[in-house]
């Protein structure tokens, strides 16, 4: 617990939250433009959340971990609000009048309540630009070197920048979620994206177009950066910046460690056993390149030849494959040249983390004819998506009917916190939506420090395995419904995904309301 808070401090915490949420209406006002237009505005509406989650005066150390998450959220709102109404040089009014009273409320729990790595980053910011006689590096310049180090020191899998009409928003992406961070000054914009660009070696004097770097820790000013991935994006305030870290974890896993149940491991190890083309649909980040890896590794496994091409391979090292960049152009590293020239090489698998091109799927589709097995990903949200893209693409239905082996759709849920996840027991028509008897226990997310105050920590997977049968083959064609491919996979056995994910809900991986908000 931390030294010497007490009951008095819940009621400190209290109090801040009430002015803050006054010194936000009046700012909003005195600016004189719809709260809904205010990049603060949305706080106004999660202040009433925060302060229902505040502990009793009685049980301080109980909710010790909730007042932290609550503070912070209250520290950047303010900090930010202050910044505009510095900004807006409104020196006067209600606004104003209340900004130092809530200043110093934070200023006295920060201490013990704030964040030490975002305290060093807000003391950066508050630096003076050097003078010209001076020897040392500008504020911002630093600011976004340790932008990048305090991401991966807190493993988020993004950190994103995005510019605005009076701020910048600095946001970490967490479990698949975006969480607001720490805002940036727009003076400091263009020296921070300098400096990003740089490190991701992009070009610094082009502004208009996207651009995709890397920052490798290898390279001469990047000594002590993570492996990431840069991407610009210009907009009419500035240029977004989206910088995604290389997972610590192998990119790849054992099949078993991919998330199937045991009917749907089998099943899926069955694929794998003759040659075919295996679809991985599902959405950015849902785990479809991780999934094309592990097949291929364990086809390696067992002696045989496996390729795989993929659009960045810069943490991926997978043992027995051969992995290859590819272009996505029209040249010899483009996916189709390196589809045939895998096929010259007498594979026994090859592995693509992208097939969207109607030729280039063609080209996979006849080489899985061969005996080849062809595993390859579709940016779809679930199996029987990824059967009506097949033919939104204008491929033969013959050729589909002969190559084409299943499709294996993924989904990636938040999983609850195990150091804080609340039971409880579920309303009537909670219990109905999840077919559970009433006396179920369900979990909620909480929030403490291992999880950042989320209430969540990794992602759970949900996964659906469909096999194309000799009724499903028979019906592979442009005319038959959506709903006649799923009651003809649920037939051969495919459990869908969200009869998976409410399975993950009951046995406490995941929330209610998270599995509500991914389509449950």
């Not at 915490?13 to 603060?40: F, N, T």
């Not at 493993?155 to 805002?183: D, N, W, Y």
């Not at 992995?323 to 594979?347: H, K, N, V």
Request: glycine share 8%.
């Amino acid at each position: 617990m931390a030294t010497g808070f007490d009951s008095a401090d819940v009621s400190k915490m209290r109090h801040g939250l009430s002015l803050a949420r006054d010194l936000l209406e009046a700012q909003l006002h005195a600016i004189g433009k719809p709260a809904a237009d205010q990049p603060y505005a949305a706080w106004l509406l999660r202040a009433e959340e925060l302060d229902g989650r505040m502990p009793e005066d009685s049980a301080v150390e109980a909710g010790l971990e909730v007042l932290k998450g609550v503070f912070l959220e209250l520290d950047r709102a303010a900090r930010g609000v202050t910044r505009l109404l510095d900004d807006a040089q409104l020196k006067s009014g209600e606004a104003a009048k209340r900004a130092p009273d809530v200043e110093r409320i934070l200023d006295d729990l920060r201490p013990r309540l704030g964040d030490k790595g975002l305290e060093k980053l807000h003391a950066i910011m508050a630096q003076p630009d050097p003078r010209a006689e001076e020897d040392r590096l500008s504020p911002a310049l630093v600011l976004a070197t340790e932008l990048l180090v305090d991401a991966a020191a807190r493993q988020v899998a993004a950190l994103h920048i995005i510019p605005a009409a009076q701020t910048a928003l600095v946001s970490h992406r967490v479990a698949g979620k975006l969480r607001p961070f720490m805002e940036l000054p727009l003076s400091a914009m263009n020296s921070i994206t300098a400096k990003l660009k740089i490190v991701g070696w992009l070009d610094i004097s082009n502004k208009k177009v996207p651009q995709d770097g890397t920052i490798r820790p290898e390279r001469e000013g990047c000594a002590g950066l993570p492996l990431a991935r840069v991407r610009t994006l210009p907009t009419v305030w500035g240029e977004c910046i989206c910088v995604q870290f290389a997972t610590p974890e192998p990119s790849w896993r054992p099949l078993s460690a991919l998330g199937f149940g045991a009917d749907d491991l089998q099943r899926y190890e069955t694929l794998l056993r003759s040659g075919g083309l295996i679809l991985h649909a599902g959405l950015g980040g849902s785990g479809r390149r991780t999934a094309v890896l592990s097949a291929l590794k364990a086809v390696a496994d067992k002696g045989g030849k496996a390729y795989g091409a993929l659009a960045f391979t810069a943490a991926y090292d997978v043992p027995g494959v051969s992995l290859t960049i590819a272009s996505g152009g029209e040249d010899m590293l483009s996916y189709g040249a390196l589809l045939r020239s895998f096929g010259l090489r007498d594979p026994d698998a090859v592995g693509f983390d992208s097939l969207e091109r109607q030729d280039t799927f063609e080209q996979a589709l006849k080489q899985a004819a061969k005996g080849t097995l062809v595993l390859a990903s579709l940016h779809v949200p679930d199996a029987v998506s990824a059967l009506r893209r097949i033919f939104d693409m204008g491929v033969s239905a013959d050729l589909v009917r002969v190559a084409l082996k299943g499709v294996c759709a993924h989904r990636l849920v938040r999983r609850l916190c195990p150091d804080c996840k609340q039971p409880y027991d579920p309303t009537k028509e909670e219990a109905a939506a999840l077919g559970a008897p009433k006396e179920v226990k369900l979990h909620r997310a909480a929030g403490c420090g291992k999880c950042r105050h989320t209430g969540y920590r990794g992602v759970v997977p949900v996964l659906e395995v469909l096999s194309v049968d000799a009724a499903l083959r028979s019906c592979l064609e442009r005319e038959t419904t959506d709903e006649e491919w799923r009651k003809l996979a649920v037939a051969a056995g495919m459990t869908p995904w969200r009869e998976t994910l409410k399975g993950r809900v009951l046995n406490g991986s995941t929330s209610l309301a998270e599995a509500l908000s991914r389509g449950l």
